[in-house]
């Protein structure tokens, strides 16, 4: 299975951006997809996931609400609406991909270069 995030980029505080995960592989269609990222200094932290057909969504609290992650099993993509930014939503951002389960890093079969999300006070 092979990811792609896109959509990084400055943003100021309160502002919104966009990430999509692009993704392909005879078995991709299969897997869950979740967005994870990581800030200077620390480990890999788990934003969002969704289940393979899209019903089963699951969020860290510190996004919950303000975070909206989707699937388009058409356009095999994966994406991330991100509102009412902070400056600790700063990061890299990387999409990854497993069967559901517990959404820690270290479980995650493949993943993608990341994007960055940098935002602004």
């Known amino acids: 299975v092979q990811l792609q995030a896109s959509g990084g980029g400055l943003v100021q505080t309160g502002g919104s951006l966009r990430l999509s995960c692009a993704y392909s592989?005879?078995?991709?269609?299969?897997?869950?997809v979740g967005w994870f990222r990581r800030a200077p200094g620390k480990e890999h932290e788990f934003v969002a996931a969704?289940?393979?057909?899209?019903?089963?969504?699951h969020y860290a609290d510190t996004v919950e609400g303000r975070f909206t992650i989707s699937r388009d099993t058409a356009k095999n993509t994966v994406d991330l609406q991100m509102n009412s930014l902070q400056t600790d939503d700063t990061a890299v951002y990387y999409c990854?991909?497993?069967?559901?389960?517990?959404?820690?890093?270290?479980?995650?079969?493949?993943w993608g270069k990341g994007t960055l999300v940098t935002v602004s006070s």
């Open positions: 592989g005879r078995t991709s269609k299969s897997y869950a």
């Open positions: 969704v289940s393979w057909s899209g019903g089963n969504k």
């Open positions: 990854a991909a497993a069967p559901w389960g517990i959404w820690k890093w270290n479980n995650m079969r493949y």
